[in-house]
């Protein structure tokens, strides 16, 4: 038996600071093999498992007090295919390492989120995604799983299999870590692309009034709302054959940085101390970046630097829900007297069929909610999550929200399919934990 070496009494929290574990054992390994051997050793000591990326969830989806996984040797890119179009990577790979590569063999993910500093097993698992028309979540865009499972087993799948196997690939694409521990994904890739950024502020009554519009005339559509005003900033992406044309060194880091981390940072925390500043902070930010155009590769459009620290909830709408219920959303925060630092993100998706993806079978848009470190949050995301059910919307697997097991089988279509494949790979739930049992059930 391969005995790998663990460290006790070490404390895990996430990203957002939200969320603080002390795991019995923690171990980093650094291939499939001791990844199973860590897995077999946990299961014969009776040791929940769960593993933890780099922590960018706001849920408690990966605590544990039994064994913690923790992903950062177990990294790299395994093969790349170009004749197949695909590429296979250990599953800490963080994202901005996957890109890099990627780039760096001329070649792109189709779509990806804002965030490169999450692992793909991690960003995938609890469905991270951009904004698109026709492009996807993370999790769509994956071809094969590579997992160990609650014997230790390592099961590879792919949607080329027979029905079990695709079954469980389904199931796997977004498994929320409770059908076992990813070892490696293979995602689709192609050549690279130009992509031309239009960042442009808007009234707010423009962008609800065209919203459609603009969602069907660009490939990437989001826009970004500023509580207690009637600005947005809006930003489109599309294809384009180039030449490059990115910020300039200077220009770029007075927004992305200068504006959008460090003086934003410094206006949240003003706003955390003294409330009653909040819209007239919100006023100002909402002016402070100014219009912009510029064409660049993927990853360098679609991501951006997130440094100041936040908890989120976000909720997926049908698309045509996505205007009334940001009216609805508008006019409580008016009413309520709440004060809200962050914008309100807004995305869209095109309906896919990962199983519980949260586009499944529905083009999609995406509310997201924000609230600095620190900040009391509970009152307004109550409020947000009351109008977003009412829309039928679907929380975010890696935000905040306080939906269980009988409420998410009647918004997903095929809840009950993902469960008989966890009751088949984790009969005993070696991979469950207090969150899983709210969210999936017992």
Not at 68 to 73: F, Q
Not at 145 to 164: F, H, I, K, M, Q
Not at 223 to 243: A, E, I, L, Q, S
């Amino acid at each position: 038996m391969t005995v790998l070496r663990t460290t006790r009494g070490s404390t895990w929290r996430n990203w957002a600071g939200n969320v603080t574990v002390e795991p019995a054992r923690t171990v980093a390994p650094s291939s499939t093999e001791e990844l199973a051997a860590a897995v077999r050793e946990a299961v014969e000591a009776g040791l929940p498992v769960k593993a933890a990326g780099t922590g960018h969830s706001f849920t408690s989806v990966a605590a544990t007090e039994g064994l913690l996984i923790r992903p950062e040797r177990l990294v790299g890119v395994q093969r790349l295919d170009r004749a197949a179009g695909t590429v296979t990577v250990a599953a800490g790979t963080p994202l901005w390492q996957l890109n890099r590569t990627l780039s760096a063999y001329g070649l792109s993910l189709t779509n990806m989120g804002d965030v490169m500093a999450q692992t793909v097993a991690g960003a995938t698992s609890t469905g991270t995604h951009g904004t698109g028309r026709a492009s996807a979540s993370l999790s769509a865009q994956i071809t094969a799983v590579e997992l160990v499972t609650a014997d230790g087993s390592v099961l590879r799948c792919s949607a080329d299999g027979g029905p079990e196997e695709a079954e469980v690939f389904g199931a796997a694409r977004l498994g929320l870590g409770a059908l076992g521990v990813i070892s490696a994904l293979t995602f689709a890739v192609e050549p690279e692309f130009w992509l031309q950024a239009r960042e442009e502020p808007m009234a707010w009554s423009r962008v609800t009034a065209e919203f459609d519009q603009l969602t069907a005339e660009n490939e990437h559509f989001e826009f970004y709302w500023f509580p207690h005003t009637d600005r947005c900033v809006t930003k489109r992406n599309n294809r384009c054959p180039g030449p490059a044309a990115p910020l300039g060194r200077v220009s770029g880091w007075i927004e992305d940085e200068l504006l959008s981390n460090g003086v934003f940072r410094a206006a949240c925390a003003l706003g955390r101390a003294v409330p009653a500043t909040v819209p007239g902070i919100a006023r100002v930010s909402s002016r402070a970046l100014s219009a912009r155009t510029y064409t660049d590769v993927p990853y360098r459009v679609f991501t951006s630097p997130r440094r100041v620290r936040f908890v989120e909830m976000e909720y997926a709408v049908p698309r045509a829900a996505a205007v009334p219920a940001l009216r609805e959303l508008r006019s409580a925060i008016e009413r309520s007297g709440f004060r809200v630092s962050f914008p309100v993100e807004v995305r869209t998706a095109p309906a896919d069929e990962v199983p519980l993806s949260t586009a499944y079978g529905r083009d999609t848009a995406y509310i997201a909610v924000h609230m600095y470190r620190g900040t009391p949050y509970r009152a307004y995301f109550s409020a947000v999550e009351q109008i977003m059910v009412a829309h039928g919307g679907r929380p975010h697997w890696g935000k905040l929200h306080t939906r269980d097991a009988a409420y998410l089988a009647e918004a997903y279509p095929r809840f009950g399919e993902f469960l008989a494949v966890r009751d088949r790979l984790d009969p005993d739930r070696v991979f469950g934990n207090d969150h899983l049992r709210r969210v999936l059930g017992s």
